[in-house]
Every structure is written in structure tokens, then in C-alpha cells.
């Protein structure tokens, strides 16, 4: 059981920068990739970045690429998104999620993530 808690989540304007943080519980943080999703009102929740269990490779949607920056830190417990650039349509709830680490990559599709976090709004005026 991983039981997700994100933070960090305000109102930014247009071109500013925010980060986000989730904590996970549980010992075994290291065996699960980790992602971050967004739902925007009427919408259906969409991939936004996605971190392998170890190390540092990282995985975008194309609509935040250059923008957000996706880490973590194992001995932490925590997962972060740096979103800098912020426009308009970023605004959503921020939702992270954790994937039991089977395979290489780190799913891209929210169906595939166990864990998710209550989410976190994020709201970017114009």
C-alpha cells in the first residue's frame, strides 16, 4: 500500500513558475516509477510527466516539454514537479500517481498507476 499526498498547488499568473511535491508513505518508494497526471474541468485526466523507479530518466507530454521538470528523491519519499512558464491551459488539479515497477518504462496511461494523490490545484490566471 503507497498512500500519496501532494502539495504546492496556488494560483500563478501567466508565465510564472510553481512546484509541486507529493510525499509517499511506505518503504518501498524505490520500486515504483512515479507519474504526474492533470484534470482540467470536463475533460479526461491526461498524462503530463513520468520518472523511472531509479535514476533520472523522465518522460513528458509534449504540451509540457521545455516547461516542467519532473525528479524525485528516494531517501525522501517525494516525487516533485518544477512547472515554469506556466500558461493559461495548465490550469487543472495535479494528480501523482505510482506504478509498481514491472516493467522498464513508466506507464504513460492512467489505468496503469495503482496509488494516486487526492490532487492539487493548480490554476493559472491570464
Known amino acids: 500500500q503507497v498512500q500519496l499526498v501532494e502539495s504546492g498547488g496556488g494560483l500563478v499568473q501567466a508565465g510564472g513558475s510553481l512546484s509541486l511535491s507529493c510525499a509517499a508513505s511506505g518503504r518501498t518508494f524505490s520500486s515504483y516509477h512515479m507519474g504526474w497526471f492533470r484534470q482540467a474541468p470536463g475533460t479526461e485526466r491526461e498524462f503530463v510527466a513520468a520518472i523511472r523507479r531509479i535514476g533520472t530518466s523522465t518522460y513528458y507530454a509534449d504540451s509540457v516539454k521545455g516547461r516542467f521538470t519532473i525528479s524525485r528523491d528516494n531517501a525522501k519519499n517525494t516525487v516533485y514537479l518544477q512547472m515554469n512558464s506556466l500558461k493559461s491551459e495548465d490550469t487543472a488539479v495535479y494528480y501523482c500517481?505510482?506504478?509498481?515497477?514491472?516493467?522498464?518504462?513508466?506507464?504513460?496511461?492512467?489505468?496503469?498507476?495503482?496509488?494516486w494523490g487526492q490532487g492539487t490545484l493548480v490554476t493559472v490566471s491570464s
Open positions: 500517481a505510482a506504478a509498481y515497477a514491472s516493467n522498464y518504462y513508466p506507464p504513460r496511461v492512467a489505468n496503469e498507476y495503482t496509488y
